[in-house]
């Protein structure tokens, strides 16, 4: 059964980085999908970025895009998101998901990585 591990989470303060790791134990097809998803205290998860796994077309919610940035290694089946100039409202738990379509999120997920931004 697959697995999709987070990583790199962390305490920054507001206008740092963080990069954050998603590594898939099983094989990622190029129909695969690579989201990343955020959930703040008390509020709903939120789509942040995806990449399609075969072209590495990427894809940003408006909040992030600008200063989040999505790639992937193939050979290591990892996706990173490389987050600069943070903000205290980027304060959520990560999470990787592993679907088929660019925001959904049926499909595998990761179990999350603490990231939070001081002001």
């Known amino acids: 059964q697959e697995q999709l591990v987070e990583s790199g989470g962390g305490l920054v303060q507001a206008g740092g980085s963080l990069t954050l790791s998603c590594v898939a134990s099983?094989?990622?097809?190029?129909?695969?999908?690579m989201n990343w998803f955020r959930q703040a205290p008390g509020k709903e998860r939120v789509f942040v970025a995806s990449?399609?796994?075969?072209?590495?077309?990427?894809y940003y919610a408006d909040s992030v895009k600008g200063r989040f940035t999505i790639w992937r290694d193939k050979p290591e089946n990892t996706v990173y998101l490389q987050m600069n100039s943070l903000k205290p409202e980027d304060t959520a738990v990560y999470y990787c998901?592993?679907?088929?379509?660019?925001?959904?999120?049926?499909?595998?997920w990761g179990q999350g990585t603490q990231v939070t931004v001081s002001s």
């Open positions: 990449i399609r796994w075969g072209a590495g077309t990427t």
């Open positions: 998901v592993r679907s088929s379509q660019i925001g959904e999120t049926r499909g595998s």
């Open positions: 099983g094989r990622l097809y190029s129909s695969h999908v």
